[in-house]
T-cell receptor
């Protein structure tokens, strides 16, 4: 089955710096890769996603890149702000079967 | 539009007791999921239902059972609760792949087994 590994487990950056979180997946049939943000005590919410027919996607300060050959994808946050502090999860899903598997999460702390 | 609704929000059980966590979605989604969240372990998939009438095991199914009652509802049952099942449980739902794939989460159930 699918296995998703996420690194680092914790990340501290200074306000205004960039943050990068990386994930690898094991199932070559996975073709949908979302990223979720979870604030303390709240439910996870989608912030950006990418399908396997696309190599990169941007939404304002957030971008995701995908390398299908190496089976890894990354989340990039530029110009970090204190409100970016949260836990971030990557995930992978096959088109058929709809099984959605998450990584272990990254605690991002943005210091002001 | 409520999205995904879980009940209860909090529960304390004694070891050996049973309970059912309820989940309902009003977005006409085909797929539904149950996850547990433990510190440092992320969101681990317990069971999922790709469509009405089907259920499949996830990464950590032992000690749990599920029922996809209809398209809206997907329940999770603990037959004999154990302290190791103390966790926060999230239900989620998503549409079919071709229709949009975002998974929406419920607000979570904090379960403590003593």
């Amino acid at each position: 089955g699918e296995n998703v590994e996420q690194h680092p487990s914790t990340l501290s950056v200074q306000e205004g710096d960039s943050a990068v979180i990386k994930c690898t997946y094991s199932d070559s049939a996975s073709n949908y890769f979302p990223w979720y943000k979870q604030e303390l005590g709240k439910r996870p919410q989608l912030i950006i996603d990418i399908r396997s027919n696309v190599g990169e996607k941007k939404d304002q300060r957030i971008a995701v890149t995908l390398n299908k050959t190496a089976k890894h994808f990354s989340l990039h946050i530029t110009e970090t702000q204190p409100e970016d502090s949260a836990v971030y999860f990557c995930a992978a899903r096959r088109e058929y079967g709809n099984k959605l598997v998450f990584g272990a999460g990254t605690i991002l702390r943005v210091k002001s | 539009n409520a999205g995904v609704t879980q009940t209860p929000k909090f529960q304390v059980l004694k070891t050996g007791q049973s309970m059912t966590l309820q989940c309902a979605q009003d977005m006409n989604h085909n797929s539904m999921y149950w996850y547990r969240q433990d510190p440092g372990m992320g969101l681990r998939l317990i069971y999922y239902s790709a469509s009405e009438g089907t259920t499949d095991k996830g990464e950590v199914p032992n000690g749990y059972n599920v029922s996809r009652l209809n398209k809206r509802e997907f329940s999770l049952r603990l037959e004999s609760a154990a302290p190791s099942q103390t966790s926060v449980y999230f239900c989620a739902s998503s549409a079919g792949f071709s229709e949009g794939t975002e998974a929406f989460f419920g607000q979570g159930t904090r379960l403590t087994v003593v």
